[in-house]
């Protein structure tokens, strides 16, 4: 019996569990995909993360991990290294700088991870693939603009160049070049080093236009340090003598196509971040399928011709990824409140299962009790006629003693009778003897 109920509780145990523990979630296998930013802290970065963010929230099975070097290469590559460590399936990279991350990348290569580079390059196409916009095709763009532009005898120009080693800063400068060389009337009077920040740029810039510098065009390899430049010369009064030219082309109110629309920048050339391809092409990799070295996404000028449809666009495309995020989050909802009622029904069909067993449980315990009562009560029955048969030879042997008792009582009395006459006639005879002796001494 005991055992029995051993094995019961056993069974019920090891039931709840296999129910409990049959999730299905957990079947499906996950491919993660690392990311090492180079930095966070501008409108065309989080832009990138959030489309690879969207990107990669429709694939349930992508497990995305974003490391932000905040603009630090020592940090970058410690952070590539741990992703290297966690073992990563695809490691997208984003280097600061060319060649601090090409040991890193290449590193990661000979651990078998493939490694897409977006936006910028390392040194000796030693990466997968390459992903975002040509950078030379954008130096070049920049400088059609300003040719197309201008019928002037003389065009001075002043280019603001990107953080030196950084391939785009690189080959902006390269394709600017080659355009603006093809001019006899075009020249760079001045570059100015900025490392992508406003900040790094203005003072230089204000030290040069101080100078009674003639410049009429400045081209900046981004937006942030055109708008940066146009401040200078506003606060020198001289912003409508200058035509100004940058790179992004970012939609929202602090974006370049914005600065197009309000007078600030003549033109900027659309750079697109490729957040979402840089996802597709991650599963493209892990699919081995075959993808090209360079994957190009493709640019164009903004200009205050085309500066209110691509806004007008971008605005869709905004509103559209809104409305997909609002829908994934549903879904995600929708997830969680299956799974939550999932894990309700396995409760209660393990509860189901308990109770079913303990009904089978306590059916075989009242047929056993009642087995174990009928056996009782014969050994009852037993034990009654044994008690019987023994309290009838206690009687018998009360009788018996009682009559041996009896028996032996009357023999003595029978004994004591004449024994007592014999003693007292002795005594009598003993008394007259005694006397008869004492008169016979006198005499
Ligand atoms: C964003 C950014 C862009 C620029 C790109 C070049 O961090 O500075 O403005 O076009 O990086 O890599």
Request: charged residues 25%; aromatic residues 6%.
């Amino acid at each position: 019996m005991k055992h029995i109920r051993y094995i019961f509780i056993l069974i019920n145990i090891s039931l709840a569990f296999s129910i409990l523990s049959c999730d299905r979630s957990k079947d499906v296998e996950k491919i993660h995909i690392g990311f090492s930013q180079a930095m966070t802290n501008d409108d065309w970065r989080r832009s990138m993360n959030n489309s690879m963010e969207l990107q990669a929230s429709m694939n349930p099975e992508i497990d995305l991990q974003i490391k932000d070097a905040n603009y630090d290469v020592l940090t970058q590559i410690k952070q590539i290294d741990e992703l290297i460590a966690d073992s990563v399936d695809v490691l997208i990279v984003s280097p600061i700088q060319s060649k601090p991350i090409t040991a890193v990348v290449r590193k990661a290569i000979n651990a078998s991870i493939p490694v897409p580079v977006v936006d910028r390059k390392t040194e000796g196409q030693q990466y997968t693939a390459y992903l975002g916009a040509d950078n030379i095709e954008i130096g070049r763009n920049a400088a059609k603009e300003i040719i197309a532009s201008n019928r002037k005898d003389s065009i001075r120009i002043i280019e603001i160049r990107g953080m030196a080693g950084s391939s785009p800063a690189e080959e902006r400068t390269m394709g600017f070049q080659q355009v603006i060389n093809q001019f006899k009337n075009a020249k760079i009077v001045a570059k100015i080093e900025g490392d992508w920040e406003k900040e790094s740029i203005q003072e230089s810039l204000r030290q040069l236009l101080n100078n009674d510098i003639k410049v009429d065009y400045v081209f900046a390899h981004n937006d942030r340090m055109a708008v940066g430049a146009w401040e200078v010369a506003r606060e020198l009064g001289i912003e409508n003598e200058i035509s100004f030219i940058g790179v992004d082309g970012l939609a929202g109110t602090n974006g370049g196509i914005q600065a197009v629309k309000d007078g600030i920048l003549k033109a900027t050339v659309l750079y697109p971040t490729g957040g979402d391809e840089a996802i597709k092409l991650a599963l493209k990799i892990l699919d081995n399928e075959s993808i090209p070295k360079n994957n190009i996404l493709s640019t164009t000028i903004i200009n205050e011709l085309n500066a209110d449809i691509m806004n007008n666009q971008f605005e869709k495309i905004n509103d559209q990824q809104d409305q997909m995020e609002e829908q994934l989050a549903a879904i995600k909802l929708q997830e969680e409140l299956y799974y939550s009622q999932n894990n309700l029904l396995k409760i209660t069909m393990a509860l189901l299962a308990i109770i079913l067993s303990l009904t089978v449980y306590s059916v075989y315990s009242i047929f056993a009790i009642r087995k174990k009562n009928r056996q009782l009560e014969l050994t009852n029955e037993k034990v009654t006629v044994q008690r019987n048969q023994i309290e009838k030879i206690a009687k018998e042997i009360k009788i018996s003693n009682e009559a041996k008792l009896n028996f032996f009582t009357g023999l003595s009395h029978e004994f004591k009778t004449p024994l007592t006459l014999i003693l007292s006639s002795i005594e009598s005879i003993s008394d007259y003897a005694k006397e008869k002796g004492s008169e016979w001494g006198t005499k």
